[in-house]
């Protein structure tokens, strides 16, 4: 079967292009491969140049140590290398120390200012508590300057509500530190004997109250000694 001269034509064109194309492709790596030939001369001529002109080192005895010296010079530049290194790290250490001095001593500046605070509150509250115990010391002798005016002297019975009041009073005197309870307690225990039961229930309730606010201060007191002496202890760690 024969082709069509179009079609021949055709194939005969897309031949000679591509001829030509690897040709060109040819050509140029040629030519690239020849400047690197050119530029190899050129650098080995300098190379040949620079050994020309590196001083020869002999020893006392003639003998060419030329080599020995640029393994040391090699050896002293790693060396040299090393060090620099160990420089910037000890750069890096004391400026990241220096950070963390600078962010201590402002955390304790701080801190110092937190601790001032707790103290100045610390002390208000010891001396609301003092001004509480004068409180009720005051009340108790209050109270037993009205039993000691209400005594009649009939030998009363005490009422159930009576005892009740009176050993609830006494209970809480006791719980609460820096107070001679035992005393109190006694001198309640004597001044009930004949105490009206009305009387009795308006003085319990302003007790009551006292020793209330004397107890919550108390416990928050002892909260913030417990939180100042743990402060200070993480502080100095």
């Given amino acids: 079967m024969q082709q069509s001269p179009d079609k021949n034509d055709s194939l005969s064109l897309l031949e000679s292009t591509n001829r030509d194309s690897n040709f060109s492709t040819y050509q140029a790596d040629r030519e690239q491969l020849e400047r690197l ?17 590196m001083p020869i080192l002999k020893d006392a005895e003639g003998k060419d140590v030329t080599a020995e010296f640029a393994k040391l010079a090699r050896e002293l530049q790693k060396y040299k290398d090393e060090c620099d290194n160990w420089a910037d790290q000890h750069h890096k250490l004391l400026k990241k120390y220096d950070d963390f001095e600078q962010n201590t001593m402002e955390e304790i500046g701080i801190r110092d ?30 109270n037993k300057h009205v039993e000691q005016a209400a005594v009649g002297g009939h030998g009363l019975e005490h009422s159930l509500e009576e005892l009740h009041i009176r050993d609830q009073i006494r209970n809480s005197i006791a719980k609460i530190p820096g107070l001679s309870s035992a005393q109190i307690a006694a001198q309640f225990n004597e001044s009930f004997a004949d105490l009206n039961p009305d009387d009795a229930e308006q003085i319990a309730a302003h007790i009551f109250m006292i020793l209330e606010k004397l107890e919550n201060n108390t416990r928050a007191n002892e909260e913030l000694r417990s939180g100042i002496f743990g402060f200070s202890f993480t502080t100095w760690l």
Avoid: M, T
């Fill in 113 to 142: 200012k937190q601790l001032e605070n707790l103290k100045k509150i610390g002390f208000e509250l010891e001396d609301e508590n003092a001004q509480l115990r004068e409180k009720l010391q005051d009340e108790i002798a209050k």
């Fill in 37 to 53: 030939k050119s530029h190899n001369r050129v650098l080995e001529c300098e190379f040949a140049d620079l050994r020309r002109q």
